[in-house]
């Protein structure tokens, strides 16, 4: 049995398996290569802490429509961020963020499905689930093509998925991975044909179903306290900053797009100097 509920920006689904629930979030804006903006956030937010309250729900899946799992922030809200305060960006930041931090401290197993590319926050969302499965032909790149954004919030989350080092060169070169270079580096876990995601995903449900919840929380945990370095909590507000000052910045504000472009322009916004620009 399978029970949906629709939101402008998402689908929730609930799927049966045996005696047990499984919450499936779609990001459901196909359109616009399921570009995250303000109203989508918040979905999220709430769809994952709802399911995660539920307990009936033992597992949740983040997936996405369409050819694109997401192709980063929408350009639409960079833009307004351009005139923004540092207040409105700090608060945009944190919202970010605190995307992030549901999944990543969610107390139930999280799977990202990756049918589509993944840039920016999408890339981050993926990072701060606990499995992704990926098709073979996906590409992930760590900073928004279409905006030139550093990549400031997801920074804490891939930096715990795939290492300092290679955030090192990735983050600074914008170079795409394939699938099978992120499952090298240990962003993702699996990587399978596109016709076979849904059997491995219904797989990997399977095998957490045998788990115990109680189990499995307690280990979640466990692993969290141990992998996140001493002062996390202030490196991550560190991230917010830097991401709030970027979006603020008066180098953004030169090179802002124009209103008249549309948002889903695939124009570079070179930030001369953003590191100057932090401090």
Known sequence: MTA???SPCIDIEMKNHGLSRVGWIWINRPIDGNAIDRSMVQEIIRAVASLNK?????VIVLAARGES????IESGWLH???SASMNDALDDARKLAQLLQVLAECEKPTIARVQGNAVGIGAGMIAACDICIAADHVRFTMVDDNLGMAPAVITPHLVRAIGARQCQRYFQTNEQLTAARAAELGLVHEVVAPEALDKHITA???SLLLGDAQAQQASSKLIRAIAVAPGAADMTADAV???ARLRAGPSLRAR???AERPLLSVHRIVL???MQEAD
Do not use: K, T, Y
């Open 4 to 6: 949906r509920v629709n």
């Open 54 to 58: 539920n307990p009936e729900v033992r």
């Open 69 to 72: 799992f997401s192709c980063g």
């Open 80 to 82: 307004a961020q351009a």
């Open 204 to 206: 990997l449900i399977a």
């Open 241 to 243: 900053r830097v991401g």
């Open 256 to 258: 802002a797009l124009p």
């Open 272 to 274: 001369d100097g953003w």
